[in-house]
């Protein structure tokens, strides 16, 4: 018996790194997905999993019956593979991943509007009544004078709606009780939700409300949404700079030197490995310190929605494209590669593999489009940055090899 009382600490070590691993992986857990057993978990931790993610990275915890619910603040605002997507967020972080189509500008702002509609709604809402609701909002003159206009006079437009009832339904705040989208799309049916008001009340993460920001750009906004109060003495200062680096770690693929300030640089060179050993203890990740960058690798494969792909000619595609830019940056180091580049070395490439790959994937046009899908990836994965035609590969493209393939068959 006298080993009972390190097997159930242990045990509860184990089931706080997990739960810390899920909401990572999805901030937003409810009793019916995406991961029902870490619900549980993060429930029966919710205390500690609070104390921890505020003490570690400044971010707080909302848990009860109903959701648990991790209010991240990036660490980056300007990562742009973070996109929405009808398949719901992606990443270690949020991003391109499963085939799906990041959000239009459109999207986002009908994704507001429907929001908004279901925070006036019964428990109950159909998709028909949810359009009659948002075209109701997107009446309004401002948004017509932004260039958005939503009618559901076409297929394109029902679509996009379907798309925001699946991002909806994804994250619990909808949940299907009879009916098609796909109906719904075609002007034939309908779809009947129940609306979770628990989880729609968590979903909004800013630290003042939309309406009160009124600075005029893009990225003015977005950092008044999520500033934080100033610190005002040392200790403030340096827990804010630590916050900003676990955030990093904890939710980034790499963390690299020379994407920091020298007020960061400066913190990490004197508290590196402190500030690794806690968060490697509290998560389960390993730490990979290289000359360039740090990343929190998961031996778990907990944590991350997006990996390089292995399987399928979209995921030999995408690994051929990074071993011929990891070539490249050792041939040509800081030189950015250009997309009719890659186009011409792919086109290559495609042309040995085709009797392998899926029918028609040698032809140019299905090229151009796996290889921008393999860059999102690579740019999603801090393997790669890309601007417009340029492609720069980055170091942490070196530690993946490629090895020849198995064919089984054509995929």
Do not use: H, I, K
């Given at each position: 018996m006298s080993g009972l009382p390190d097997v159930l600490s242990q045990q509860q070590e184990d089931e706080r790194r997990r739960s810390i691993r899920a909401l990572l992986r999805h901030p937003l857990l409810t009793p019916q997905g995406p991961d029902v057993p870490a619900f549980a978990l993060a429930r029966r931790h919710a205390a500690w999993l609070g104390d921890w993610f505020a003490a570690q990275a400044g971010w707080t915890l909302h848990a009860d019956h109903a959701v648990v619910r991790l209010r991240k603040v990036p660490g980056d605002n300007t990562d742009p593979s973070r996109g929405a997507s009808a398949g719901g967020n992606q990443r270690k972080s949020g991003g391109v991943g499963g085939g799906h189509h990041l959000f239009s500008r459109r999207r986002y702002v009908l994704a507001c509007l429907a929001l908004a509609a279901l925070e006036r709604a019964e428990a109950q809402i159909t998709l028909g009544r949810l359009a009659e609701r948002v075209i109701a909002l997107a009446a309004d003159p401002a948004l017509a004078e932004a260039g958005v206009m939503f009618t559901l006079d076409n297929g394109e437009e029902r679509r996009d709606l379907v798309a925001i009832s699946r991002l909806l339904l994804a994250t619990g705040v909808l949940a299907r009780v009879a009916g098609d989208d796909q109906a719904f799309i075609a002007g034939s049916g309908d779809a009947l939700y129940d609306v979770n008001r628990r989880v729609l009340a968590t979903l909004l993460v800013t630290r003042v409300g939309a309406s009160m920001v009124t600075e005029p750009g893009f990225e003015e906004r977005l950092r008044k949404l999520t500033a934080e109060p100033r610190p005002e003495t040392d200790e403030a200062r340096n827990r804010e700079i630590r916050h900003r680096l676990a955030r990093r770690l904890l939710d980034d693929p790499v963390l690299y030197y020379s994407d920091l300030t020298e007020e960061e640089r400066g913190y990490l060179a004197s508290q590196r490995g402190l500030l690794l050993r806690r968060l490697t203890e509290g998560t389960g990740f390993a730490a990979e310190v290289r000359a360039e960058g740090i990343a929190l690798t998961d031996p778990a494969a907990e944590a991350s929605d997006l990996g390089m792909p292995e399987e399928g000619t979209e995921g030999h595609f995408?690994?051929?494209?990074?071993?011929?830019?990891?070539?490249?940056?050792?041939?040509?180091?800081?030189?950015?590669v250009t997309l009719p580049e890659l186009h011409r070395h792919m086109t290559e490439i495609a042309a040995q593999h085709k009797t392998h790959w899926r029918r028609g994937s040698d032809e140019p046009g299905v090229i151009r489009d796996?290889?921008?899908?393999?860059?999102?990836?690579l740019v999603a994965l801090g393997l790669a940055k890309r601007?417009?035609?340029?492609?720069?590969?980055l170091p942490a493209l070196a530690r993946f090899g490629y090895t020849e393939p198995t064919i089984i068959g054509r995929q």
């Open positions: 995408t690994l051929l494209l990074a071993e011929y830019l990891a070539g490249a940056m050792r041939e040509r180091p800081g030189t950015v796996l290889t921008d899908t393999g860059l999102r990836r601007s417009g035609p340029a492609v720069l590969p």
